[in-house]
């Protein structure tokens, strides 16, 4: 455990020095010194997400590469030499690795996507530059998150592959963190308080195990990071910033979050001035998005793959027209059949089409996936409703009347709308818990604090911030004990301390798949008995002779990049 420990601390105060470095050149070298630490975090996240990305259009993300991205960061910090700041990342990593050893040691990875997609597709990019079509192989390769990125560049000649556990970990530790920090700051009134303490109970109750994390986690946290923003009363140009940076960096790691980009152009246009429009947070993101948009197609051919209004059809590794998972219109359907409770069906299953046709999948959603979310939140839906008992027997006791002049800013309401409009997608296209819980765990976090902030418990500031610290505490200590309890239990039982990467058992080396070649050359490796999990690439567990034939398939190079497309007979 001291070796994630101080893996933990490593790569906090290498993330902070991004976070830093990035806030000071693209967002407000002012504040870069007197910001929340814990929120240089998300931005130093941003920066090498980009790096990554771009780096990989030309290279693979290999050790080499990722110990130069590990180093230079603390060379060109030393020209911007800050003492107080140094001291600042020192003291606060700490207790950040402190959490982080207590939140990954002895878990797992998030399964099956972890096996099936995750770390295949980092496996991928540790040896290889993109692969032009390779959601061919494999369909989810066509929607993998930012995150891959972030986790694949920590796989480097220091941390070696274990790395690649440590980044998204780190983030729900920093979140965690930049809670507590604006719990205690004195600027931040009651009601914005009220709102973060509801998200960040909704985060210990239902966001607290590595092995729960995956793609949605990261996604969803930096979706209340941005609504959190979002509420607070100075509208500026670095709060602009901030919310473009932020909506940019949900989107990349999660599709279905696509809302929250209606946020930054609210603020923009409330008070519109052209460097609210343009400028270097703006333009930065655009091409961010722009080069993540291009590997997107030159992985499936589409924009945003499975929207098929988005593929550029006449592309010849783009699979078009067939019956395979890796054509656009199919995953689309399967996903959202999937989300919809298709498999819970009872008697004879409606194909994906006839089963989305009309609204009787609601019933059959409400009878398995509806009735998993009650059971999911209903620990904290009970822990608020004893607050709000708390808060009422208060009132009562003290003789107090409920106030009616209390003034709200307009971005409570803009946030409230935004969360509104996304739940009601959610529901209505994707309603898996874990696609959407951002936007109603935050809808109903705000909507909560706008009725009980007229309670007279609120005006002492002194009471109520107390009473913060002392729930949260109370609620951190559950985690403590519920981690606790899980590291006892991989002691007793002598397995990693590391999550394993390699697969789903004991074994904690790269398996040997099986290599399908053609013409003598491996093209790629079929997984035989489970899914791939990292190992040599690009591998897949879809491959059967019913699916495609080698036949069928060419592969090609085209300027150093293969390429994997179906002939176009089928």
């Not at 790395?163 to 983030?171: E, N, Q």
């Not at 298709?342 to 089409?353: D, F, H, L, T």
């Not at 039982?493 to 099986?514: A, F, Q, R, T």
């Not at 490796?525 to 190992?535: A, D, F, G, L, V």
Request: proline share 2%; with cysteine.
């Amino acid at each position: 455990m001291i070796e994630v420990l101080i893996y933990g601390y490593l790569t906090s105060i290498h993330i902070y020095i991004c976070g830093y470095l990035f806030f000071y050149f693209f967002v407000d070298k002012n504040a870069a010194i007197n910001n929340n630490l814990f929120e240089l975090f998300f931005f130093g996240s941003f920066i090498l997400c980009f790096i990554a990305l771009f780096a990989n259009f030309f290279i693979s993300l290999n050790k080499s590469f990722n110990t130069i991205l590990l180093l230079f960061p603390f060379v060109l910090y030393f020209f911007l030499f800050n003492k107080n700041f140094v001291k600042k990342v020192l003291l606060f990593s700490l207790p950040i690795s402190l959490l982080f050893m207590l939140t990954i040691s002895y878990d797992g990875t998030y399964r099956p996507d972890a096996g099936s997609y995750h770390l295949p597709y980092v496996s991928i990019l540790n040896e290889s530059k993109i692969i032009i079509g390779i959601n061919n192989i494999h369909f989810r390769f066509g929607h993998t998150s930012i995150i891959q990125y972030f986790s694949s560049i920590y796989n480097n000649h220091i941390f070696g592959e274990k790395g690649i556990t440590i980044p998204v970990g780190l983030l729900f530790c920093n979140f965690v963190g930049y809670c507590i920090l604006e719990f205690l700051n004195s600027k931040n009134d009651n009601l914005y308080k009220v709102v973060l303490f509801l998200l960040f109970s909704f985060v210990i109750f239902r966001v607290n195990r590595y092995s729960d994390f995956g793609n949605d986690a990261p996604a969803n946290l930096l979706f209340f990071y941005l609504i959190l923003e979002s509420l607070r009363h100075k509208d500026n140009l670095l709060k602009i910033k901030k919310t473009i940076y932020a909506s940019t960096f949900i989107f990349l790691n999660k599709v279905t979050l696509l809302i929250c980009f209606l946020l930054p152009v609210y603020f923009i246009f409330k008070k519109f001035e052209l460097r609210n429009l343009l400028n270097k947070a703006s333009i930065f993101c655009f091409i961010f998005i722009i080069l993540y948009t291009g590997k997107n197609i030159m992985v499936s051919g589409c924009i945003i793959f499975p929207v098929e209004q988005t593929c550029i059809k006449n592309l010849y590794w783009y699979d078009n027209g067939s019956n395979r998972e890796s054509n656009a219109i199919n995953a689309r359907l399967e996903n959202e059949a999937w989300t919809k409770g298709w498999v819970n069906q009872i008697g004879e299953r409606k194909s994906y089409e006839n089963y989305l046709d009309n609204y009787e999948w609601v019933n059959t959603w409400t009878k398995s996936e509806g009735k998993k979310i009650i059971k999911k939140i209903f620990p904290l839906s009970l822990f608020f409703l004893l607050l709000t008992v708390f808060f009422i027997v208060y009132e009562i006791r003290n003789k107090n009347k409920i106030r009616t002049n209390f003034n709200i800013n307009n971005n409570y309401y803009a946030c409230l709308i935004v969360c509104l409009i996304g739940t009601l997608l959610w529901f209505f296209k994707f309603p898996l818990f874990r696609y959407g819980y951002g936007y109603f765990a935050s809808f109903f976090s705000i909507l909560i604090s706008l009725l009980i902030i007229k309670f007279n418990f609120f005006d002492n500031s002194q009471r109520f911030k107390k009473f913060l610290i002392h729930i949260s505490i109370f609620l951190l200590f559950i985690i403590l004990l519920k981690n606790g309890n899980r590291i006892y239990k991989g002691l007793d039982n002598e397995i990693n301390v590391w999550p394993n990467i390699y697969g789903s058992g004991k074994n904690y080396e790269k398996k040997k798949h099986l290599p399908i070649k053609k013409n003598n050359k491996i093209f790629f490796y079929k997984s035989i008995n489970e899914e791939c999990y990292y190992s040599s690439s690009p591998c897949t567990h879809f491959y059967t002779g019913e699916d495609f034939t080698l036949n069928d398939i060419n592969l090609d190079n085209f300027n150093g990049y293969k390429i994997y497309y179906f002939n176009k007979k089928n």
